[in-house]
């Protein structure tokens, strides 16, 4: 680690490591004569020589030698100082505590996880996969750090970092006669067994209004209040699924399942929301782990599109 509060030291030592002015520029990714000032003014503050000029490159001196080794010690102590400033920021050690719908059981979530914990693998997680209700509830008494819910309703006691809106669609697996279709209308789906969600899960609401405004009740139908069981269901093609992106979009991306989004008026899309307790204080560790949830919120909405 050079020390950032010497450009100086990361040039000499770039210099004295590879003996050429020209080298240490490339490995910089700097001027030759950048690099040549700093040398040139550094021996002239401190009044001698740092290097020997010879044919075939630059040699330390004496003077040059002792320099390199002090600065050596001082970017030992600096990484010393360095952790000692990550753990009162919470980075090298303590914990993220969050909640989740079991919705985000598989992907961008444990793909933040991953990254986490390469880069922190000190740091622990304490994660409950919950209900919305549940994980926004534990959220308000502090319980978690932050969580990720459907629909929030408590706004007043919740504060909203990130949401991202998510359409309500057919999901068919790529076997099926209507994977080809580029829109499907319920009228397309009377012969198909539907896959459809049970209460408590959120779009289950969403999808009986469905039902509902289109007079539809499938003749042939299996309800499910479990996303994961809902997937398998599909995966033995077992009949078409009503449900999010949010909830398939794993297997969507990997072209396992087809896609197609249900417009109609009146028809809300799902809010997926990043939420924490307002005026709640976070670990350093805490907000660097949301803010790459946002980055794949983000990028999940550019994908939709």
């Known amino acids: 680690m050079a020390l950032p509060f010497s450009r100086f030291a990361e040039y000499f030592i770039a210099v004295a490591k590879t003996g050429s002015l020209r080298k240490a520029a490339d490995q910089l990714y700097i001027s030759v004569s950048a690099v040549h000032r700093q040398i040139a003014l550094a021996e002239e503050e401190l009044g001698v020589a740092l290097f020997e000029r ?78 919305s209700e549940s994980v926004a509830e534990m959220v308000i008494n502090a319980e978690l750090d932050f969580g990720l819910i459907l629909n929030p309703k408590h706004q007043h006691q919740l504060q909203i970092s990130s949401f991202i809106e998510v359409p309500l669609g057919f999901v068919i697996p790529k076997c099926h006669p209507l994977a080809n279709k580029e829109k499907i209308y319920f009228s397309d789906t009377i012969e198909c067994n539907h896959i459809s969600p049970a209460a408590p899960l959120i779009i289950h609401d969403h999808v009986t209004a469905l039902y509902k405004k289109h007079d539809f ?89």
């Open 54 to 131: 010879l044919p075939n490159g630059l040699k330390l001196t004496l003077a040059g030698e002792l320099l390199y080794a002090d600065l050596r010690n001082w970017q030992k102590e600096f990484q010393m100082t360095q952790k000692r400033l990550n753990e009162i920021q919470g980075l090298q050690r303590g914990s993220i505590d969050f909640g989740m719908i079991s919705a985000l059981s598989e992907g961008f979530v444990t793909q933040v996880i991953q990254s986490i914990h390469q880069d922190y693998p000190w740091i622990n997680f304490n994660i409950r996969v919950l209900d």
């Open 217 to 305: 009740n499938p003749p042939h139908k299996i309800e499910c209040n479990d996303i994961r069981m809902m997937i398998s269901l599909l995966r033995q093609n077992l009949g078409i699924g009503i449900m999010s992106y949010l909830d398939a979009y794993p297997f969507i991306e990997t072209d396992e399942f087809e896609f197609r989004a249900i417009h109609e008026n009146g028809l809300h899309p799902i809010t997926l929301a990043l939420c924490v307790a307002p005026k709640r204080q976070l670990s350093r560790i805490a907000q660097i782990m949301m803010n790459q949830i946002v980055e794949e919120m983000e990028a999940l909405k550019l994908r939709m599109i």
